[in-house]
């Protein structure tokens, strides 16, 4: 199985910060690589696939990077709605494997 | 509007079995790979099984092979989840989401609570 790893596990920010989070993958994946945001109570959401790709509706302040193994994820400018956790899935392979999450939290 | 609503979820006790499903709506069912994603409380996501199109081809984590089964229902517009032999650690959330064509989930629905204890 393919091991998504994530980093950090949780951080602070404060609205308006950079955040970036990285997945690395434990082999080569190309860009079969998402990230998922979820908010307590609620189902994930889509908001980058391919590595690169920002879904449909999803704000441009989300944006994705890397390929191969080295994946990132940054939000340029973080609003009140961003704090929530982070997930990163390979769809490379099966088990369709996701990193163990990210919490963003409030500063 | 894409829409997936799951139902069938609750408290079962260890070694008991119960169905989920999964109803949508919204656009062409037959036409993408559907998913089951399970999330146990306060854990993070674990994808469970997949189905194709027509139904013909399915995979599972190693930790449900051979106790779920994954079908569906292309006439209804139906996904659906039989586990069978509960365990403790199958408690969680499950989730269906939609396959968009490249291997990413891009609706969910809104999840069910299945509670395996005594």
């Known amino acids: 199985d393919i091991q998504m790893t994530q980093s950090p596990s949780s951080l602070s920010a404060s609205v308006g910060d950079r955040v970036t989070i990285t997945c690395r993958a434990s082999q080569t994946i190309s860009n079969y690589l998402s990230w998922y945001q979820q908010r307590p109570g609620k189902a994930p959401k889509l908001l980058i696939y391919?590595?690169?790709t920002l879904q449909s509706g999803v704000p441009s302040r989300f944006s994705g990077s890397g390929s191969g193994t080295d994946f990132t994820l940054t939000i340029s400018s973080l609003q009140p709605g961003d704090f929530a956790t982070y997930y990163c899935q390979q769809s490379y392979s099966t088990p369709r494997t996701f990193g163990h999450g990210t919490k963003v939290e409030i500063k | 509007e894409v829409q997936l609503v799951e139902s069938g979820g609750g408290l079962v006790q260890p070694g008991g079995s119960l169905r989920l499903s999964c109803a949508a709506s919204g656009f062409t069912f037959s036409s993408n790979w559907m998913h089951w994603v399970r999330q146990a409380p306060g854990k993070g996501l674990v994808w469970v099984s997949h189905?194709?199109?027509?139904?013909?081809?399915?995979t599972y984590a190693d930790s449900v092979k051979g106790r779920f089964t994954i079908s569906r229902d292309n006439a209804k517009n139906t996904l659906s989840l039989q586990m069978n032999s509960l365990r403790a650690e199958d408690t969680a959330v499950y989730y269906c989401?939609?396959?968009?064509?490249?291997?990413?989930?891009?609706?969910w629905g809104q999840g069910t609570l299945v509670t395996v204890s005594s």
């Open positions: 391919a590595a690169s």
């Open positions: 989401a939609r396959d968009n064509f490249l291997g990413f989930h891009d609706y």
């Open positions: 189905i194709n199109g027509d139904g013909t081809s399915t």
